[in-house]
């Protein structure tokens, strides 16, 4: 496979704009493998931006793991369409579908060695996600200063989806505690990659609050794999929010 067959001059610029925990560029460099977690409502992973951060990450890595988080994305499902669980895991595997067929093209252009496409189910069966979410739902329970951490995170995206005038089909409540569950899980699979060996994440936005706290070390009892990990935050072009 032809790795350069697309202009890379021509794609958007890519830029660091900071690493949690700080790290210095050559050392970050020094890890060789890092992951990309595919937000599917982040307008950034599609098309050319896309591109570009792909074709970053092979320049600055041996190899990028690309984790489509679509079965994660049934908990929007529910919050933001008021769909049953077994409804909006459909629809979430729906739009999975979707991304992979849209990107199949950009995604072939490069080795196996050199890029890998997974889906976010395979993460949940992995021994050390099970590991770290028993940790993590057990310091959810015991740990007000945690619980009230990943709290503020699961609000921010509620506040964001009245700022952009969009209606919940969940009560409040209800869509801060699903908002929780999809964390916990989120953050749970961040620590099973870690421990895995992929210790940097790429992702065009800011890193979430919680993990902000956790690498200035303010909770004990923490997986091991999200004190070893390193959120760097990719700015592409006009694009860096959040996409969630």
């Not at 599609?46 to 190899?63: I, K, N, Q, V």
């Not at 679509?70 to 991304?99: M, V």
């Not at 959120?231 to 969630?244: D, F, H, I, P």
Request: hydrophobic letters at 40%.
């Amino acid at each position: 496979m032809q790795e350069s067959s697309f202009d890379k001059k021509n794609l958007p610029h890519v830029e660091i704009v900071r690493t949690v925990p700080h790290i210095d560029p050559q050392r970050l460099r020094s890890y060789r493998h890092c992951y990309m977690g595919i937000s599917l409502d982040n307008p950034v992973f599609g098309g050319r931006y896309l591109a570009a951060m792909l074709a970053w990450a092979t320049e600055m890595f041996d190899s990028c793991l690309i984790v489509v988080g679509d079965y994660l994305r049934r908990h929007n499902e529910q919050i933001l369409n008021g769909l049953a669980p077994d409804a909006a895991a459909e629809a979430a595997i729906a739009a999975g579908d979707r991304f992979l067929e849209t990107t199949a093209s950009l995604f072939d252009l490069y080795s196996r060695q050199k890029v890998q496409v997974i889906r976010w189910r395979e993460c949940l069966d992995y021994k050390e996600y099970a590991e770290s979410r028993a940790m993590l739902d057990e310091l959810f329970a015991t740990d007000e200063r945690f619980r009230e951490s990943l709290r503020k995170d699961a609000l921010s995206f509620v506040d964001r989806q009245n700022q952009r005038n969009r209606d919940l089909a969940a009560a409040e409540q209800e869509a801060v505690d699903v908002s929780c569950r999809y964390l916990l899980e989120e953050i749970a699979v961040f620590s099973a990659l870690s421990e895995q060996g992929r210790k940097v994440e790429l992702y065009p936005g800011p890193e979430l609050e919680v993990l902000v706290d956790i690498a200035e070390g303010k909770f004990e009892n923490i997986p091991r794999g999200l004190k070893e990990r390193i959120n760097v935050e990719l700015r592409c072009n006009k694009y860096g929010a959040s996409g969630r």
